[in-house]
């Protein structure tokens, strides 16, 4: 309002300027310029300026209105803008600076009646009216200037709570949008975390499976094969344990992101669990193309990962099946591809295979095996038979203990049958530690039933030879059964020895300190170095079957067996052959000077007491009998 007032009195004071001007009235144009110029810049100015700028438009305002009133032509209008000065500085200011105004007011007009009256120019009957108007001028002054406080002061709380209420509304309305967006987000998360693996980032078993049924509506419309790949990373558990905390997670997510760029886009890569990644492979031409798809993800595994400042060397073994020859449902696919990969894992590391429904059975067949073999374990339903070893004289000299699974109708599983899916499930630890607790306790009844206190050979996995308890197991067992230590052989195949690494000598080295012999087990048929050979501490070596069997009739056979015997004697290990069936292959193995010999032509496996007897009274008395 005040500005409209401004602009429309700017307006008006046109012609009265033009006449002003016209009549050479400057004190006029001046007065009336300024006046209004100052609320004109008041009521545009958004927000009122300093103490001493809004002083300045009161003095401005009170100084054209002093002027004005000094004309008697122009009274009327400067003692208005007299008024209108207190007005606005009480506005500006304060109700006090209006009352200094008003008071300055009644001065300037006190003064200018005088003049004015001294001039001549204000008889005495009007004077008194002239006293009388600037009094009561100045008392309305007062109340306006009273009554514009009050309403400011109104207006200033007013605006102030409006001006609360609307930062409490933007501050709400902020909050709302803030808690809107942290929705927003953690609804986005939890949507990623639905379909997506939370380590590796890439899509989960359940998201899999859902585009997996898509892609088989797909290609079954358009009479198309797709495939299903389970990748599975070598001895995962293994390296994970080696390299320490967080190197699993590590190996995993650069896994992930060598798998990723891997595949074309339009293939789908995700993980199912643990070290398993799967893959599905849309449009595949014919059965084929798999082997391309197979080596391109092992080219994934090529170079090496390099986890906690070591390189690691890493491989993978693949599970293939396809749609629709080996399922036709996202599940079917799946667990069929993992069977692949399974049965792939167990022709060793970076093996691939594609799905049979034969391989399914015998992998059920397993699985009903691992069942029986827990309950075997829990009956100690394992139990050592007996090989004679013998020396050249035939005297039985040792023993090799031989798991055998007593059945409940009390026939006998062979090694063959158990002791693989006993070490593919984890069983072997348990099993071996029977099996040699077992063996000890009789070694230990032979002597102290008067029969010829001979060592006996037990057979170690290489998963137990690995074990951490292994040491501890060998020595508690030894102390229960209270079989001296220098009574007991350890076998333990080459393999086995050389998967352990560095750790081998030290272990090979404790279990010695116990006082047990160590011998290696199919000596020859593993991949040791002879410099390695020499570093471990072992007593003795087992010359295989497959290399007697051709003896001695086969030169080149003849020739590796006779290096192996050397070689072992070089290295101060004596030699146990293995296998031996016929009196030439015992002739020849006899001249070329092996220590002892195990074999079906002096004995098979046999159960204990059997075996107590041939002890007793000798190998060829008790075969007679
Ligand atoms: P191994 O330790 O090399 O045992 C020798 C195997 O050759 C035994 O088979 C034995 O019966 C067989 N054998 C001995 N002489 C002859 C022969 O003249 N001709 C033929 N054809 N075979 C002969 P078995 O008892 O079936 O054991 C097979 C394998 O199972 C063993 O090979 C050993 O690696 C493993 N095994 C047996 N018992 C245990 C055990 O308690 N623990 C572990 N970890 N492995 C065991
Ligand atoms: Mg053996
Ligand atoms: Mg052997």
Redesign the pocket.
């Known amino acids: 309002m005040l500005r409209t007032c401004a602009i429309l009195g700017a307006v008006l004071l046109v012609p009265a300027l033009f006449l002003a001007i016209k009549d050479g009235d400057a004190t006029y144009a001046i007065a009336m310029s300024a006046a209004y110029a100052s609320i004109l810049v008041l009521s545009f100015l958004p927000v009122l300026p300093s103490f001493p700028a809004r002083a300045s438009i009161v003095a401005v305002l009170f100084i054209a209105g002093a002027c004005l009133a000094a004309r008697p032509s122009s009274l009327f209008a400067g003692a208005a803008w007299l008024c209108a000065a207190s007005s606005i500085a009480s506005i500006l200011l304060s109700f006090g600076w209006g009352l200094a105004v008003i008071a300055a007011q009644v001065v300037a007009m006190a003064a200018i009646g005088a003049a004015r009256r001294a001039a001549g120019g204000l008889p005495a009957g009007e004077a008194l009216g002239f006293a009388l108007s600037t009094i009561t001028a100045a008392t309305a002054c007062t109340l306006a200037c009273f009554a514009e406080t009050q309403l400011s002061k109104g207006m200033r709380r007013s605006m102030s709570a409006r001006d609360k209420l609307a930062k409490e509304l933007f501050d709400r309305q902020d909050a709302l949008l803030r808690e809107a967006a942290g929705r927003h987000d953690a609804e986005r998360r939890a949507d990623f975390l639905e379909s997506h693996d939370s380590l590796t980032r890439l899509r989960n078993r359940e998201n899999f499976e859902l585009e997996l049924a898509k892609a088989i509506e797909v290609a079954a419309g358009r009479g198309r094969i797709l495939g299903v790949m389970a990748i599975g990373i070598d001895r995962f558990k293994r390296v994970a344990e080696i390299h320490g905390p967080g190197a699993g997670d590590a190996l995993l997510i650069e896994a992930a992101n060598r798998l990723m760029r891997s595949f074309r886009d339009d293939d789908l890569v995700a993980r199912e669990g643990g070290d398993v990644f799967l893959v599905l492979l849309s449009d595949m031409k014919v059965p084929e193309d798999a082997k391309a798809v197979i080596e391109k993800s092992r080219r994934a595994f090529d170079r090496s990962f390099s986890v906690n400042g070591s390189e690691i060397g890493l491989s993978a073994s693949f599970g293939l099946a396809l749609f629709p020859n080996d399922g036709i449902r996202p599940d079917a696919l799946i667990r069929a591809s993992g069977v692949a990969l399974h049965l792939a894992k167990e022709d060793g590391p970076g093996s691939y295979r594609l799905y049979d429904a034969s391989l399914h059975e015998r992998l059920l067949a397993k699985g009903l095996i691992e069942q029986q073999m827990r309950g075997a374990l829990r009956s100690g339903a394992f139990l ?2 007996y ?1 004679p070893k013998v020396d050249s004289l035939g005297r039985i000299v040792g023993a ?4 055998r699974w007593l059945l409940p109708e009390g026939d006998f599983r ?3 049958d158990f ?1 693989q899916e006993a070490e593919r499930s984890g069983s ?1 630890c348990d ?2 530690r029977m ?1 040699l607790a077992k063996a000890c306790a009789s070694a230990a009844a032979w002597a102290r039933n008067g029969l010829e206190p001979i060592p006996v050979s ?4 290489p998963f ?1 030879f690995r074990s951490d308890d292994i040491v501890r197991d060998v020595r508690s067992i030894l102390g229960a059964t209270s079989l001296p230590a220098s009574r007991l052989d350890l ?1 333990i ?1 080459e393999s086995g020895i050389m998967d352990e690494g560095a750790d081998a000598i030290e272990k090979l080295a404790e279990l010695k300190a116990l006082g047990c012999s160590i011998t290696i ?2 000596f020859g048929t593993g991949y040791s170095s002879f410099a390695a050979l020499r570093d471990f501490p072992v007593d003795c070596v ?1 010359l ?2 497959s290399f007697v069997e051709p003896l001695p009739s086969d030169p080149r056979a003849s020739a590796i067996a006779s290096a192996v015997i050397d070689l072992a004697h070089v290295l101060r290990f004596s030699v146990v052959a ?4 016929t009196r030439d292959q015992f002739a020849w193995l006899d001249a070329a000077r092996c220590d002892q010999y ?4 002096f004995a ?2 046999m159960p204990e007491r059997a075996f107590e007897s041939a002890l007793a009274k000798g190998l060829d008395e008790a075969i007679e009998c």
């Open positions: 050592p038979w090989q090799e203990a031989l798991a062979q090694p063959a002791i072997i099993l071996g099996v037990v057979n170690l996995s137990q076998e195949t087990d199919d087992k295989p079957q293995e296998g031996v069936e195990q074999g079906f032509l098979k496996p």
